[in-house]
């Protein structure tokens, strides 16, 4: 089993519900919708090209996924994660926008956001008394011998390579896309997200993820409200 830390909008937010349409999937619930054709974009491809994010679900990585190191339990994990909301105080992100991250796709700050870098800064530190050691086969996953030498101390001290100045803000929305499909895709996702793009999204919550078991996809364990631990959701 393994826990992650990240930003996620509640369950009735319209980003959520219109990624959970984009993506088949909605980690509140578990439950997958189907995928019809798109201008361009066949209901196979889609299926293909959203695999990745279905799986881990709609969300902005604070905290990469960890399993628990020895002698903590989730109950322990459940209490950090209700303080570090606790905490906290809501911000904006004055501007989304839709940009290509290599060959992926996602919704990204327009602008640097120190508040966000922030949060994403303290979530790492918090919770990494709670996170297990990456295994051989972890680190080797990601190919440190192919990662800056900054990246590469972030993986071997943090157990991920992109935290603190190496971080960047993404709200997931496709796996890697060839370049004879980038075109269709962008104007694509422009359609669906075209409600959020080019607006400033509330940054009031955090979740709890949990992957039940290896490969398992990913769902809501709790979300939080930023400044009260007191209004729990379970999924």
């Known amino acids: ?19 959970g349409r984009w993506l088949g999937r909605d980690a509140f619930t578990g439950e997958t919708s189907e995928f019809p054709a798109l201008a361009g974009l066949d209901a196979d491809t889609r299926h293909t090209l959203t695999a990745d994010p279905r799986r881990y679900g709609f969300h902005g990585t604070l905290k990469a996924p960890f399993a628990l190191a020895e002698g903590r339990s989730e109950d322990e994990l459940v209490a950090a994660f209700e303080a570090f909301a606790a905490g906290l105080e809501p911000f904006e992100i004055p501007e989304l926008t839709l940009h290509q991250l290599g060959p992926f796709f996602a919704l990204v700050s327009a602008t640097h956001c120190g508040p966000l870098q922030d949060l994403a800064a303290q979530a790492v530190r918090d919770f990494e008394p709670f996170r297990a050691p990456l295994s051989e086969a972890d680190m080797a996953r990601r190919n440190p011998d192919k990662l800056p030498e900054r990246q590469r101390e972030y993986l071997r001290k943090w157990g991920y390579p992109y935290v603190f100045e190496e971080f960047q803000f993404h709200l997931t929305l496709t796996g890697p896309v060839p370049a004879e499909t980038a075109k269709t895709m962008r104007a694509v996702l422009e359609g669906i ?30 979300l939080l409200p930023l400044g009260s631990a007191t209004q729990r959701k379970i999924a």
């Open 1 to 19: 089993m393994r826990y992650a830390i990240y930003f996620a909008p509640p369950a009735d937010d319209r980003l959520t519900q219109t990624a």
């Open 193 to 222: 997200f075209s409600e959020h793009i080019g607006k400033p999204l509330d940054v009031a919550s955090v979740a709890l993820f949990v992957e039940p078991h290896h490969g398992a996809p990913f769902l809501v364990h709790s």
